[in-house]
C-alpha cells in the first residue's frame, strides 16, 4: 500500500484490536452444503517465464478475495470482527473465486503458538478443499527485513503486531511448510507481506530508497526460500515489492534467482504517487509472473480520485490486471477491514467495492476451462 495511506489504514486498525474469549459462532460446525469442484481440482502450480501454470501445463489466472488475520478472527468469533467458519468460504465461492490469501501476523503467531495457528488453517484447508478454493499464506508484517526493522503498531493484547525477528520468522516457515508441503490446496507461500524501509524508530521512511534496497530484500528473501525449499521444495513462493508491496519495477533486472517465484505487487488506488502503473508492475509483468495479492479502494482511505491513470480506478486497475495477463487478490474479506468487500459480519453480503468485484470475478469465471 502506498506511504500516504499507511497512516490511515492504522488509524482504522487500532479500534479494532481488542479481543475477548474464544468461543465458537452459531453453525460453525454445522455440515457444509454440497459443492461441486473442478475436475481437475486440486492441481499444483509451477511458472514458466511470465505465467502460472497448473499441473497440465495450462496458464491459469487467478482470482480471489484476501481474508485479514485468520487467526485473529477465528479466536474472536464475533459480529465485531467477524467469523471464521464455512460461511466465508462458500461465500468466496459464490463470487467465483479460485483463491483465499490468509495472513498470519507475527504477534499473533507468537501469542496462540504453532499448534493454534496449524489447527485454524488446517480448517481453512478443509474448507477450502470442499469448496474448490486454492490458499495463499501469507506472513503478514510490514517492513524491510534486511534492516530487521518492522512497523510499529501495538496492540494491548496482542503486543507489538509486525516485530518479528529471524528466528521467528524461520520457525513460522518451518511449520507451515512441513505441514502443507505436498498439499496442492496450499497453493503458494507469501514470505512477507510488504517491504518498505523505515527510520530507526520504526516509523515510514520517506521511501529514497538506496539503490541496493531491492537487491538486498532479495538476497535475504532467496536465503528464506532456499530454508522453505528444503522442506517443501515445489510450492511457488511469491516474493513482494518496495513501497508497501506496490513497487516492482528493479525485480525484471534483478529477479530472485530460484525457480518457481511469483511476485506481488500492491497496486491501491493512490499507489502510483512515486511509481506508475507502468513502471511499478505492468512492465515487470511482461517478463515475470506477476500477482496483485492486495488491491483496493475506498472513499476515505483510498480514494478512487486519487488515481492518476485515466478513467475511475476500478475500471483501469481491472482492465491493467486483464490487459498484462495478471491475476489478482482484492483486500479485504470483511466488513471491518477497510477497504471492506463486505457489508456486515454474517451475510457476506458485498459492499459498493465488494459488488465490484463480485461481478468481476463472476464475469471472468464464465471465460475460463
Request: aromatic share 12%.
Amino acid at each position: 500500500m502506498a506511504y500516504l495511506n499507511l497512516l490511515a489504514r492504522v488509524a482504522v486498525i487500532v479500534p479494532l484490536l481488542m479481543i475477548g474469549c474464544s468461543h465458537r459462532a452459531p453453525g460453525q460446525d454445522a455440515p457444509e452444503p454440497p459443492w461441486t469442484v473442478a475436475a481437475d481440482y486440486p492441481t499444483p502450480f509451477r511458472t514458466e517465464g511470465n505465467r502460472i501454470l497448473d499441473g497440465a501445463g495450462n496458464p491459469r489466472l487467478l482470482h480471489g478475495v484476501a481474508v485479514p488475520e485468520v487467526v485473529w478472527i477465528a479466536e474472536r468469533q464475533d459480529s465485531q470482527i467477524g467469523f471464521f467458519d464455512g460461511r466465508m468460504f462458500h461465500a468466496a465461492a459464490e463470487w467465483h473465486a479460485d483463491v483465499m490469501r490468509l495472513s498470519v501476523m507475527p504477534a499473533v503467531w507468537r501469542k496462540h503458538g504453532s499448534a493454534e495457528v496449524l489447527r485454524v488453517l488446517d480448517r481453512a484447508v478443509a474448507y477450502a478443499k470442499h469448496y474448490g478454493l486454492y490458499l495463499i499464506i501469507n506472513f503478514h508484517s510490514i517492513g524491510y527485513p534486511p534492516d530487521e526493522r518492522y512497523l510499529k503498531l501495538t496492540d494491548w493484547f496482542y503486543g507489538d503486531l509486525y516485530q518479528t525477528d529471524p528466528a521467528e520468522f524461520r520457525a513460522f516457515w518451518q511449520a507451515v511448510a512441513r505441514r502443507y508441503a505436498g498439499n496442492p490446496t496450499v497453493a503458494f507461500y507469501e514470505l512477507f507481506n510488504e517491504v518498505a524501509p523505515l527510520n530507526p524508530d520504526r516509523t515510514p521512511a520517506p521511501l529514497a530508497e538506496a539503490p541496493d534496497t531491492w537487491t538486498r530484500w532479495r538476497d535475504r528473501a532467496e536465503t528464506e526460500i532456499d530454508r522453505i525449499r528444503s522442506i517443501d521444495p515445489a510450492k511457488p513462493i511469491i516474493v513482494g515489492g518496495l513501497q508497501y508491496g506496490y513497487d516492482l519495477s528493479q525485480a525484471a533486472a534483478a529477479p530472485v534467482r530460484r525457480p518457481n517465484i511469483i511476485y506481488a505487487t500492491h497496486p491501491y488506488a493512490g499507489s502510483d504517487w512515486r511509481l506508475d502503473w507502468e513502471t511499478a508492475f505492468l512492465a515487470p509483468a511482461r517478463a515475470l509472473p506477476v500477482l496483485a495479492t492486495e488491491f483496493g479502494w475506498d472513499e476515505t482511505l483510498h480514494p478512487e480520485a486519487s488515481n492518476k491513470a485515466p478513467g475511475r480506478y476500478r475500471d483501469a486497475i481491472l482492465q491493467a490486471f486483464d490487459s498484462a495477463g495478471i491475476g489478482w487478490i482484492a483486500w479485504s474479506f470483511s466488513h471491518e477491514f477497510r477497504p471492506s468487500l463486505l457489508k456486515d459480519a454474517t451475510s457476506f453480503t458485498p459492499s459498493e467495492f465488494g459488488q465490484v468485484v463480485k461481478d468481476a470475478m463472476t464475469a471472468r469465471a464464465k471465460t475460463k476451462p
